[in-house]
């Protein structure tokens, strides 16, 4: 079967231009919203999953969904830093965090507006078991005092939080000696304090979490088997990389399902507007399709041809789209965490992945809302086209 020129089918799209223009500008919204929402969902992802080392084990309290949910008592954590398979430092001290972790309501910056925050108590063991954390200015907190180090994210979002100044709570004043980054993780949206203080001041006598590293990657599942196995612990431990995946997973898919139900939804429009334009294509080009047919062309080389062309404008929609929703890489936001309910501040992630689905889905709009007039224009006939022309 003898096929259209592609040629033929974009001179048709650039002959009407405005009209083209306006269809792909509508499928364009709909990309672009679509785009949005996976790399929203992407974004928050990888915050989470960043947060884990891949060598570190999260040791929490059996059933509990987050840190802020679990309890480990001083004896308990004693018990899991006796245990083999224990990476050391330099020092031949256990490279283990016993860290308390509670929410904080502070005022965001310009709004006023109260947000939760994740404060954490750690020690100099935390700072080693998280290489990815770099201070950005100052210095880290001292030891057994009232000061604390805020994340990037923190130090920009809330009053009270940059180098230097003072933030109140848990009934005390509290000095920014430092603001670290912790390179786009979501340890970028917490303050950070001696682990000890942090007890006291929120009158707290147990941990939140026990982490530490591993010696070989190979021994976690006998130490897991061993905290599990204990009946004094009543405790889990899971890969810190994991435990951060499944903290995003309530988030990320709430907003990919919420988003990709509007852009269906969104999409009929577009769609219905892709149909209108091909049919009025159709209608004015009653003349070259008995032409194409006279030369020889069949029914199926003229469906491909118009088929074709709408595919071609959903394609252009898409690209346009998809380059606009390109550029919220450059935005930082942050919403609430499900699991948390602390901020949680990220940015949007374009993969190669969200572009191939952003790209089909773009056709398949162009597929559906040009079948019907590709058809129509493929069943009339010859002498009925070359009459009306």
């Known amino acids: 079967m003898k096929a259209v020129p592609l040629s033929y089918i974009a001179r048709n799209l650039w002959v009407r231009r405005v009209t083209t223009l306006l269809t792909a500008g509508g499928m364009a919204l709909v990309i672009y919203v679509f785009a949005t929402v996976l790399m929203m969902s ?25 840190e802020i949910n679990s309890g480990i008592a001083r004896s308990q954590a004693a018990i899991v830093e006796s245990l083999p398979g224990i990476a050391t430092d330099t020092l031949g001290r256990p490279l283990l965090s016993k860290e308390p972790v509670v929410l904080n309501n502070l005022p965001k910056r310009g709004s006023g507006k109260p947000s939760n925050v994740t404060v954490r108590g750690t020690s100099a063991q935390g700072l080693q078991l998280r290489p990815s954390v770099q201070m950005l200015e100052g210095r880290m907190f001292r030891p057994g005092s009232s000061e604390i180090v805020t994340g990037r994210a923190v130090a920009q979002g809330f009053q ?53 590293r591993l010696q070989e990657p190979a021994q976690f599942e006998a130490i897991k088997a061993a905290i599990e196995a204990d009946p004094r612990l009543q405790l889990e431990a899971k890969p810190e990389r994991r435990f951060y995946a499944e903290q995003s997973e309530a988030l990320a898919t709430f907003i990919s399902i919420l988003g990709t139900s509007l852009s269906v939804i969104f999409s009929i429009g577009a769609i219905v507007g ?5 049919f009025a294509a159709v209608a004015q080009r009653i003349g070259e399709i ?28 898409g690209l346009i ?19 948390t309910f602390a901020e949680l501040a990220f940015q949007f992630r374009l993969t190669p992945t969200i572009v191939w689905q952003t790209l089909l889905f773009a056709l398949f709009m ?3 809302g040009g079948f019907i007039p590709a058809w129509r224009a493929a069943r009339l006939k010859i002498v009925d086209c070359l009459r009306a022309a």
Do not use: C, H, P, Y
Not at 175 to 185: L, M, P
Not at 191 to 202: K, P, S, V, Y
Not at 321 to 330: D, E, F, I, V
């Open 42 to 66: 992407e974004g928050i992802r990888n915050t989470l999953v960043a947060t884990g080392q891949a060598d570190n084990v999260i040791v929490l309290r059996k059933g509990a969904g987050a």
């Open 160 to 212: 009270g939080a940059a180098l230097g100044e003072t933030l109140r709570f848990a009934g005390r004043d509290w000095t920014v000696v430092g603001v670290f980054d912790a390179g786009g993780s979501g340890f970028d949206s917490e303050i950070w304090g001696d682990a000890e203080q942090m007890l006291q001041a929120f009158r707290r006598d147990a941990f939140s979490t026990v982490v530490f």
């Open 274 to 278: 892709a149909m209108i334009t091909m």
């Open 290 to 317: 008995g032409t194409l047919r006279a030369l020889g062309f069949r029914r199926g080389a003229v469906l491909l041809a118009f088929l074709g062309e709408s595919m071609l404008l959903s394609l252009v929609g």
């Open 321 to 339: 789209g998809l380059a606009a929703a390109a550029l919220m890489q450059t935005v930082n936001i942050s919403t609430t965490n499900f699991q």
């Open 366 to 368: 162009g597929f559906v």
